[in-house]
């Protein structure tokens, strides 16, 4: 009896040394995850084909991913938008929007054998749109409304990818959205009513023919009347719209020491850096154009293929294979995944500053006197990546082609909210997604916990106004910089 007592002992220790063992094993691959400095996990193999992968209910979830990174028109639809309860009354919408799809920032292989206007300008609503805006564009209202954008093209190239240019894919996802949020918030809301009033709906648009382009195609969708609209285009100051706040030499400093991180990121692997170099002489146009170095620019790049249907390029019997671009999303992905310093933060608010300033006017208007209803920023990846940044929201990959940053401002009309003084609140969507409770300096109340069965599937939220107030106050928002203004912060 002893011998037996003796051996479950010894068999009892073991079990709780092997599960001690296993707790501590658990614990390291979690943290593995969480903070391992090797390269990012590898993509699964995808056999994409020049189509880009098409558009059925076939597609490989890799294949899926690339396309959805295109973000084609049908993509874009409502999720979340306008969804509060009857007892928050919509009083103002601020827009921000990317400008859609457009070619490579720089020249690349078979450039002009890219159709960038593939299934897009044969389909009916874009045939639709040319003949309708070309009529518009022979009249003074058309005049009027864009203002100083009047010399500018009123379409992009039907099938050439020019760099940086809007392709019709791009005025297509405008059309889509435009679209979207005309049955949001002028159909659904009645925020403007049938004839907007000249104060009713401000725009602003940076001045570059993509964002001029991605706004007209956007607002015919989205206005009552196009034809006869009283909106006038805005020329902006600097892509993100800095207002009187645009001087800052801080910011490149801050530049610098976040270039300096990503630099060391991609020197430690080697793999992602290797993968550029051998894909180089693939994507550039020619031997004597600048070789590409960086991962994004090089993801940006191939896109323009993806996007457009055409074959991978090829050079000396080598060619670009669909899971080098799979490669390259991954990495982005992961980097933009790693903890970093202050320095992105930091130049963000600096940029951002003027913008948030304007948007808090404009919020105080629409508390005040009712005016204006709406404001629309026509703008780009970065004009919403450093608001995002400079709201402490985390984001990890540069926005969408035609992406939609909304400021969705509203009172509560409820009985118990009389006593508030200003019962105003304001909540933020993502490309359809309430990211209201990601705002850093937001303690938000959650209006509604959105579920698909037993499993929780986000939250409707709602930040007070008076957070966002307090949260500019020079005092708070560059206390981090040791001063208390924007001058003094660009001096430090």
Not at 109 to 135: E, Q
Not at 233 to 258: H, L, M, P, W
Not at 353 to 369: C, F, N, P, S, T
Request: hydrophobic share 35%; proline share 7%.
């Amino acid at each position: 009896m002893m011998r037996w007592h003796k051996k479950f002992k010894v068999l009892r220790c073991y079990i709780l040394i092997l599960g001690w063992l296993g707790i501590i094993l658990l614990f390291l691959s979690y943290w593995r995850v969480e903070t391992n400095p090797g390269p990012p996990p590898a993509p699964m193999r995808v056999n994409m084909g020049a189509g880009g992968g098409g558009t059925g209910g076939h597609e490989r979830p890799r294949t899926k991913k690339l396309r959805h990174l295109c973000n084609p028109p049908d993509r874009i639809q409502r999720h979340q938008e306008g969804v509060l309860p009857s007892m928050y009354r919509l009083e103002g919408v601020i827009l921000l929007l990317r400008h859609g799809d457009r070619g490579p920032l720089l020249s690349v292989r078979n450039m002009s054998s890219i159709n960038c206007g593939h299934r897009s300008t044969g389909t009916p609503i874009y045939k639709k749109y040319v003949a309708d805006i070309l009529n518009a564009s022979r009249t003074s209202h058309y005049v009027n409304m864009v203002g100083v954008f009047v010399r500018y093209p009123l379409l992009p190239s039907p099938a050439r990818c020019g760099v940086g240019h809007l392709t019709p894919q791009g005025v297509l996802q405008h059309l889509q959205l435009g679209s979207v949020l005309k049955q949001v918030y002028l159909t659904q809301f009645n925020l403007v009513g049938p004839r907007p009033k000249p104060d009713d709906i401000v725009v602003y648009c940076t001045k570059y023919r993509r964002t001029f382009q991605s706004l007209l195609a956007f607002l015919y969708s989205f206005l009552p009347d196009f034809t006869s609209s009283k909106v006038q285009v805005q020329g902006a100051k600097g892509i993100s719209f800095c207002g009187n706040e645009c001087r800052c030499e801080r910011t490149f400093y801050f530049d610098q020491k976040f270039e300096q991180e990503r630099r060391d990121y991609r020197r430690s692997h080697p793999g992602i850096v290797e993968l550029v170099h051998q894909l180089d002489p693939l994507v550039r146009a020619g031997p004597y154009d600048n070789e590409i170095v960086n991962p994004l620019s090089m993801r940006d790049a191939l896109l323009s293929y993806v996007c457009h249907g055409a074959p991978l390029p090829c050079a000396s019997g080598r060619c670009v294979k669909p899971e080098d671009v799979t490669s390259l999303v991954s990495y982005e992905e992961w980097e933009g995944r790693q903890k970093r310093t202050s320095a992105q933060r930091k130049a963000a608010k600096l940029r951002s500053y003027g913008l948030l300033k304007a948007i808090v006017a404009a919020v105080e208007g629409m508390m005040g006197a009712g005016r204006p209803k709406m404001v629309i920023y026509s703008g780009h990846d970065k004009t919403i990546k450093y608001l995002l940044d400079a709201m402490s929201v985390p984001n990890y990959q540069l926005p969408l082609y035609a992406s939609r940053l909304v400021l969705e401002l509203y009172q509560n009309t409820s009985a118990s909210s009389q006593q508030l003084p200003r019962p105003y609140f304001f909540r933020l969507v993502y490309n359809g997604k309430d990211i209201t409770k990601s705002i850093g300096f937001c303690e938000s109340i959650t209006v509604r916990q959105l579920r698909s069965g037993s499993v929780k599937r986000g939250s409707i939220s709602l930040c007070p106004v008076s957070s966002l107030t307090h949260y500019l106050t020079p005092e708070l928002y560059f206390q981090e910089f040791s001063a208390a203004s924007f001058q003094d912060a660009c001096r430090k």
